[in-house]
């Protein structure tokens, strides 16, 4: 069993950056491959990132590739996502999941689930 907990959000401008945190509880955060994922209003929670066990593969979403970064930290139980040219599409609540599956986007692989952080990103 793995508790996720989300901080970091906010609201910023368009072209501002925000870092989130996802820090573990539970079982050691190296046991599984991590992501994030958003969910605006009314539409479908989509893939974000997702990151290895051990750092060395990273993938993103098209829509992210080259302005957000993935990272984690194991001995500090805690993944970040670097949010960097924000934009309004990137308005939604982020959150963290751990998966025993590496490099998946599909969130019915996910296994544990943060509550999420909130970013609102203004035009």
């Known amino acids: 069993q793995v508790q996720l907990v989300e901080s970091g959000g906010g609201l910023v401008q368009a072209g501002d950056s925000l870092r989130l945190s996802c820090v573990a509880s539970?079982?050691?955060?190296?046991?599984?491959?991590m992501g994030w994922f958003r969910q605006a209003p009314g539409k479908e929670r989509e893939f974000v990132a997702a990151?290895?066990?051990?750092?060395?593969?990273?993938y993103y979403a098209d829509s992210t590739r080259g302005r957000f970064t993935i990272s984690r930290d194991n001995a500090r139980n805690t993944v970040y996502l670097q949010m960097n040219s924000l934009k309004p599409d990137d308005t939604g609540v982020y959150r963290c999941?751990?998966?025993?599956?590496?490099?998946?986007?599909?969130?019915?692989?996910?296994?544990?689930w943060g509550q999420g952080a909130q970013v609102t990103v203004s035009s």
């Open positions: 999941a751990a998966s025993s599956v590496e490099g998946t986007m599909k969130t019915e692989e996910y296994d544990y």
């Open positions: 539970g079982r050691t955060l190296r046991t599984y491959a």
């Open positions: 990151i290895s066990r051990t750092s060395v593969n990273t």
